[in-house]
């Protein structure tokens, strides 16, 4: 199926920003990253992190008052990003990258039955005839797990519960039979047994299609259960990349550290959370160093004045992506 | 002894009621009208149905269900801000389910709510001081916000804010800021209980941890006891001595946290810990996941006898004719499941 080795999708030094009345917010600074065939990547981060707006830049979806200032997305070495890009992005959108979104209530229009929003996807995107659409859109409802199908195409979006929306959203993104599904906080407005379920139904299908998944979440027991790789966002950059068992064993970071302490976990109590003082920086005056260095126990004077860039350390006899001058001294806390 | 606790014991004098629980439910019936138009029999919200629980005093209860459970109306029932249907609410010891007028003014000095949205439940046209003193010009305490400004600079040092705070407006702050103003403004009251719905739900992990940090100082400062309601079992259990577990109008389990985590005697328990991520790689991918089918039942035509019998696993012909019973399975363990001794 692929002709060419490599990665699916790189991302190059990637800068996006908004430009308000305020100023130029940069929302995304300079990231890097890159995603395997079948593999899931997960980018957490908290609000104001960037990894939506990241996320959202993938597939040329920023607007104004935003704009891709530099950097670069390659699909399959193709770019996505700058002069011509429109014509590649309208091949690949829904038919070799499909995104899900939060929110299943906003993301379907209610005035037209799912049967019909799902079989506009194929009618568009592979021209499929109504027929072939038809029975597609049963197969695709059964593929996510709805019960009676055929009924079920014949309802409007608020006839149906916030999970099975979902479940609907995810029959719609893989419709054209994508080879990377991109999904932003796919569970987040949904209740912690219909997550479950949802979460069983992405790595199931990841099973069965080969898909490759980006998943961007704030939950870090979302991406524990999911991801091969994470990459950790603060402030607009990656401040950390590992596979999910280096970074949750030891985080190179101490954003990175500091986020997993201050998580509550259902399998230990401890007599207090050690939470992160402070809040994240105004990204429109971002600081000149690190932006992590007002909140971080460990800042020296080099980290206010010199932002770190994600360099290679060697921890524990393996490679270590972290962007910090005082990388993996947290472990000594 | 019922699940009410000291309730049976404090009601027959009023002598013990310092002793007994702040918080006392009891067989709480609520119900919803859905009106129906052109002559169409009128229908119900079952929202609660037949709730039995205490909170004692200086403790933190967690309430925890899904969405539609009925978790925020036990809440508002036992501020008296639901209609309440039949059953009883008790606090400090005295029957309040009918109480009205000037009564019910001088009853909601001692309780508070915390709301989960930081950003609608602040005016945003009122300054930090007037938000925070509201309560105290309200019942008649102050006569202006300005008077209680030495009390409300005390309050807002306690909750972690910088003095400067008082005089700034609402847009000022970020989300666990807002949350902190939140909590200094149910305090101002000096409350002997808190309901806190949802407080941290909206709140970034890091941020998260401070509020959570800053609800338990203030407990043991103020004699706080807490109804902690929230959907995010790791936090409740985290700051919890009991839980409270809902489905669909009724409780389906009240036991000591570690006692649910440990030792949960309700097949819906049990599910929803099961589901519950734990940010752990190694410990989570080796976790046995019992993933549940379906969804909560509509709660204008709940299904007969147990309301679980839908999604249960273990659901037989008793579940389906037989509501079971909110029953005492070990010293302060309550669980509603006619099987729930195959669960241990």
């Known amino acids: ?333 | 002894m019922s699940p009410v606790g000291a309730h049976s014991t404090t009601s027959s004098s009023d002598a013990g009621a310092e002793h007994g629980p702040i918080v006392e439910v009891e067989s709480l019936c609520v119900r919803f009208p859905v009106k129906g138009g052109f002559g169409r029999t009128k229908k119900w919200v079952h929202a609660l149905d037949d709730v039995n629980l205490f909170v004692g005093r200086g403790e933190t209860l967690g309430l925890v269900g899904e969405s539609g459970s009925g978790k925020t109306t036990l809440g508002r029932a036992v501020l008296r801000r639901a209609p309440i249907t039949s059953g009883s609410v008790h606090f400090d010891g005295q029957d309040i389910t009918h109480l009205g007028g000037e009564q019910l003014r001088q009853l909601r000095r001692r309780m508070q709510l915390v709301f989960q949205d930081p950003y609608a439940s602040l005016n945003p046209r009122m300054t930090i001081l007037e938000l925070v003193a509201e309560p105290l010009v309200v019942h008649g305490m102050v006569r202006k916000a300005e008077e209680a400004r030495a009390d409300v600079y005390d309050l807002l040092d306690r909750c972690g804010l910088p003095g400067d705070a008082i005089d700034r407006y609402p847009h000022a702050f970020s989300g666990g800021q807002r949350q902190r103003i939140g909590i200094a403004r149910a305090l101002a009251m000096r409350p002997s209980l808190i309901v806190a719905d949802e407080p941290v739900s909206a709140l970034d992990v890091s941020v998260r941890a401070q509020v959570v940090n800053l609800l338990q100082d203030v407990q043991s400062e103020f004699g706080l006891s807490y109804l902690f309601i929230a959907h995010d079992l790791s936090v409740v259990r985290h700051i919890s001595q009991r839980i409270a577990i809902m489905y669909a109008g009724r409780i389906a389990e009240i036991a000591p946290s570690n006692e649910v985590y440990e030792r949960p005697r309700h097949p819906y328990t049990k599910a929803l810990l099961s589901a519950v991520p734990i940010p752990d790689p190694v410990v989570q991918r080796e976790r046995r996941r019992e993933v549940l089918i379906g969804e909560i039942p509509n709660p204008i035509d709940p299904p007969p006898g147990c309301r679980f019998q839908t999604r249960c696993p273990m659901a037989t012909d008793l579940c389906r004719t037989e509501n079971p019973v909110l029953e005492q399975k070990s010293p302060g363990h309550w669980a509603a499941c006619h099987y729930s001794d195959q669960l241990v």
């Open chain 1, 1 to 333: 199926m692929t002709e060419r080795s490599g990665p699916l999708l790189e991302v190059d030094h990637l800068r996006v920003e908004f430009f308000t009345r305020r100023g130029q917010v940069q929302a995304v600074r300079d990231v890097s990253f890159h995603i395997e065939p079948g593999e899931t990547l997960g980018i957490v981060g908290e609000s104001g992190s960037g990894k939506s707006v990241t996320a959202q830049a993938l597939l040329g979806l920023i607007e104004l008052p935003g704009k891709i200032t530099g950097g670069d997305v390659r699909w399959r070495g193709e770019s996505l990003v700058g002069e011509g890009c429109e014509k590649v992005l309208d091949r690949v959108r829904g038919n070799e990258i499909a995104m899900v979104f939060q929110d299943p209530m906003t993301s379907l229009n209610p005035t037209f039955t799912i049967g019909f929003q799902i079989a506009e996807v194929l009618r568009r995107h592979m021209g499929m005839s109504r027929g072939d659409a038809k029975r597609r859109v049963i197969e695709l409802l059964d593929l996510v797990g709805i019960a009676n199908p055929t009924q079920r195409v014949k309802q409007h979006p608020h006839e149906m519960s916030g999970g099975m929306r979902q479940r609907v959203l995810i029959a719609m993104a893989l419709a054209c039979e994508p080879q990377l599904l991109i999904a932003d906080e796919p569970t987040t407005a949904l209740d912690v047994t219909i997550q479950a379920q949802i979460l069983e139904l992405i790595a199931e299908l990841q099973q069965e299609l080969g898909l490759a998944v980006i998943l961007i979440t704030h939950d870090l027991g979302v991406v524990a259960g999911v991801c091969d790789r994470v990459c950790v966002m603060y402030a607009g950059r990656i401040v950390e990349q590992a596979t999910a068992v280096e970074l949750y064993g030891t985080p190179g970071h101490p954003y990175s550290a500091g986020l997993l302490r201050a998580t509550p976990r259902l399998d230990e109590v401890l007599p207090r959370l050690v939470s992160i003082d402070g809040a994240p920086p105004d990204l429109l005056k971002p600081p000149a160093g690190c932006g992590f260095a007002a909140r971080c126990p460990l800042a020296i004077d080099r980290c206010v004045s010199e932002s770190p860039t994600i360099t290679l350390h060697q921890h524990e006899g393996k490679d270590r992506h972290v962007a910090c001058w005082r990388a993996f001294d947290d472990v000594l806390l």
